[in-house]
């Protein structure tokens, strides 16, 4: 085990997967002593039983994989998926809004899955960085510090957030 280990969040986010493969994905994560597993809303409580114990995190993706469900749904989401274990939670933008230049929805979608979430569990926002602009990525990553957000992720690692890192 290393400390990059711990760099890493196993995921399994097929919508076929398995109890079976759930707990298989714990148990490597155990193994190496990863940050987290990252799994559906449905399997939380699996996951969490499974980790129970352990220092690996359980960590789901709200919003998935549209980041297209209203701001009602998301925050639903969220406190379901942190009363059943999740300590960490991945919400996906909406991208629609950011393209319409809508940064008020935008903020408050972010805003509300993060106070669903409460002060204990860490909100982390996807962008869907291939379908936007460097200037709506810009814009994007200040709505989520603004709204409360710990984390931007983006789907595709060679374009970064130069606001965010400055």
């Given at each position: 085990?290393?400390?990059?280990?711990?760099?890493?969040?196993?995921?399994?986010?097929?919508?076929?997967?398995?109890?079976?493969?759930?707990?298989?994905?714990?148990?490597?994560?155990?193994?190496?002593?990863?940050?987290?597993?990252?799994?559906?809303?449905?399997?939380?409580?699996?996951?969490?039983?499974?980790?129970?114990?352990?220092?690996?995190?359980?960590?789901?993706?709200?919003?998935?994989?549209?980041?297209?469900?209203?701001?009602?749904?998301?925050?639903?989401?969220?406190?379901?998926?942190?009363?059943?274990?999740?300590?960490?939670?991945?919400?996906?933008?909406?991208?629609?809004?950011?393209?319409?230049?809508?940064?008020?929805?935008?903020?408050?979608?972010?805003?509300?899955?993060?106070?669903?979430?409460?002060?204990?569990t860490l909100v982390k926002v996807i962008l869907e960085t291939c379908l936007l602009a460097d200037e709506e990525i810009v814009e994007a990553c200040k709505c989520a510090q603004?709204?409360?957000?710990?984390?931007?992720?983006?789907?595709?690692?060679?374009?970064?957030?130069?606001?965010?890192?400055?």
């Amino acid at each position: 085990m290393t400390m990059e280990s711990k760099l890493i969040d196993h995921t399994l986010l097929s919508p076929d997967a398995t109890t079976k493969q759930i707990e298989d994905l714990c148990a490597e994560a155990k193994k190496y002593d990863f940050c987290s597993v990252c799994i559906s809303p449905c399997q939380v409580e699996t996951a969490a039983r499974c980790l129970k114990g352990s220092d690996v995190k359980v960590c789901t993706v709200i919003g998935f994989p549209s980041g297209a469900h209203v701001t009602g749904i998301k925050s639903a989401e969220t406190k379901q998926a942190v009363a059943d274990g999740a300590q960490e939670v991945d919400m996906v933008i909406n991208v629609g809004a950011v393209k319409e230049g809508n940064w008020e929805y935008v903020k408050n979608d972010i805003a509300a899955v993060v106070e669903a979430a409460g002060k204990e569990t860490l909100v982390k926002v996807i962008l869907e960085t291939c379908l936007l602009a460097d200037e709506e990525i810009v814009e994007a990553c200040k709505c989520a510090q603004a709204a409360g957000a710990d984390f931007v992720k983006t789907r595709v690692s060679n374009r970064l957030c130069k606001w965010w890192l400055s």
